[in-house]
């Protein structure tokens, strides 16, 4: 059984930079890819990014501006925002894969992942 836990959300204002991080336990080996999702009100849970093997996926909308990053050694995978802006504000969520051997890029739809956190806010001011 593999448990996620998401902290660091939080009110920013428009142009601030903030980091998410996801504490991971359980089988989480390198072979499960961890990916962070958001969901804005109204709309669907979107791909932000994920990492694998030491590979990192992006999607485009946030590509340059967003970093996803795991730490084996603490058991955490966090994601740094910069230059946020008010359509970034969204609920946050961590999730994991199963091991899987299909390539990263694939991996970029919620229904691929079997494991959630809970979630953290975040909100961006103008």
């Known amino acids: 059984q593999v448990q996620l836990v998401e902290s660091g959300g939080g009110l920013v204002q428009a142009g601030d930079s903030l980091t998410l991080s996801c504490a991971t336990s359980g089988r989480v080996f390198n072979s499960v890819a961890v990916a962070w999702f958001r969901q804005a009100p109204g709309k669907e849970r979107a791909f932000l990014a994920n990492t694998r093997w030491g590979t990192t996926y992006y999607a485009a909308a946030v590509k340059g501006r967003f970093t996803i990053a795991r730490d084996t050694e603490k058991n955490t995978v966090s994601l740094q925002m910069s230059n946020l802006n008010p359509d970034d504000t969204a609920d946050y969520y961590c999730?994991?894969?199963?091991?899987?051997?299909?390539?990263?890029?694939?991996?970029?739809?919620?229904?691929?992942?079997?494991?959630w956190g809970q979630g953290t806010q975040v909100t961006v001011s103008s």
């Open positions: 999730a994991a894969t199963r091991p899987l051997l299909r390539p990263a890029a694939q991996l970029t739809s919620a229904q691929d992942y079997d494991y």
